[in-house]
């Protein structure tokens, strides 16, 4: 039987939108043009009303997504704190501290006197305001939940770059999302044939995929394939049985907490009768690229293209 997923299992996702009560009023004034030299009021993407300070030199970003986003805009210089799964996408870098996600010790972050810091939802996930103490503390705390969709997706890097006087290099990265999306549409237009795809994104203890409502079951359609639980919504946990009653033709996955994941799958006992596993066509994703929220999709959405339809994708 298919379940609901719960939302804390994947940091990989972070896609609650739990609403922040807003942000401490820094260098508050009424002006609400996007400038380097005033404040700026504003609303954050989880509609809680924000003064943007004048100064983004110290840039916190307990949210992956965004750090992503960040060091894209030029920024990785700003970045004096992450939360541990940034540190991939920044790299390593001596002088920046790491937070847990979903404990982040709120004193030491005051400690460090941030000009702006930009948190998921994913931080909120028990329900508890755990960021009132800096807010209070009169520094700008931005939420960006997670984006459920393309458009989302292309919203936030935007919004983020607007507010950190980034606005022309955001439309750059959105334009060349929005261009190599166009260049895989055209093609997965010519398809007729579609394939049905399986993708698991969790394998343990229950399998873990998603429905629609999903910025990555978009990336699926977008190749002219389909997803066997398009039925679903959302993410969810699913039986062995289901996906061998569904018989995909290609399976994917972003798993990396195994040393094998693709091998893992191919060796499952009773998958022996699922056509891609007869077929071999089991396929590894680039973890960050898949399940980060960010202009980054297109990375994964080649890798999914080649994967599904090789004939089709092999020159892109």
Same mark, same amino acid.
């Given at each position: ?23 401490? *009023? ?29 100064? *983004? ?20 210089? /700003? ?5 541990? $799964? ?13 937070? !847990?996600?979903?404990?982040? !010790? ?17 931080? @909120?996930?028990?329900?508890? +305001? =755990? ?33 950190? +006087? ?18 895989? %549409? ?40 389909? /997803? ?10 699913? %039986? ?16 990396? $907490?195994?040393? !094998?994941?693709? @091998? ?7 998958? @022996? ?6 077929? /071999?066509?089991?396929?590894? =994703?680039?973890?960050?690229? %898949?399940?980060? %929220?960010?202009? @980054? ?11 599904? $339809? ?7």
């Amino acid at each position: 039987m298919k379940k609901r997923i719960i939302p804390i299992f994947l940091v990989i996702v972070m896609l609650l939108s739990i609403s922040f009560v807003g942000c401490g *009023k820094k260098e508050e004034n009424n002006d609400t043009s996007s400038s380097s030299t005033t404040s700026t009021i504003t609303k954050d993407l989880a509609g809680n009303d924000i003064v943007i300070p004048k100064s *983004k030199d110290k840039i916190m970003s307990l949210a992956s997504s965004c750090t992503d986003i960040i060091v894209s805009l030029g920024l990785s210089d /700003n970045i004096v704190a992450i939360d541990k $799964y940034s540190s991939e996408i920044l790299g390593d870098k001596e002088d920046v501290m790491q937070f !847990d996600l979903m404990k982040p !010790d709120t004193e030491k972050i005051i400690a460090q006197d941030p000009d702006i810091v930009f948190v998921s939802s994913m931080s @909120n996930a028990g329900g508890d +305001d =755990i960021f009132k103490p800096v807010r209070d503390a009169g520094i700008c705390v931005v939420a960006i939940p997670s984006a459920n969709s393309i458009d989302g997706i292309k919203e936030s890097v935007q919004f983020i770059g607007d507010i950190l +006087d980034k606005s022309k290099e955001a439309e750059e990265l959105v334009k060349n999302m929005e261009n190599e999306i166009s260049k895989i %549409s055209e093609i997965a237009s010519t398809i007729t044939e579609k394939k049905k795809v399986y993708f698991e994104i969790g394998s343990q203890p229950k399998l873990y995929t998603f429905g629609k409502d999903t910025f990555i079951n978009e990336m699926i359609e977008i190749i002219g394939a389909e /997803n066997i639980f398009a039925d679903q919504n959302e993410w969810i946990t699913v %039986s062995e049985e289901s996906v061998i009653a569904a018989n995909p033709d290609v399976i994917l996955t972003n798993i990396t $907490y195994t040393e !094998d994941p693709v @091998n893992d799958i191919l060796q499952r006992n009773g998958w @022996n009768s699922i056509k891609a596993v007869k077929d /071999n066509n089991v396929y590894f =994703i680039d973890k960050n690229a %898949s399940s980060l %929220s960010t202009h @980054n999709i297109v990375v994964a959405l080649k890798e999914m293209a080649k994967a599904v $339809y090789p004939e089709y994708y092999g020159d892109i």
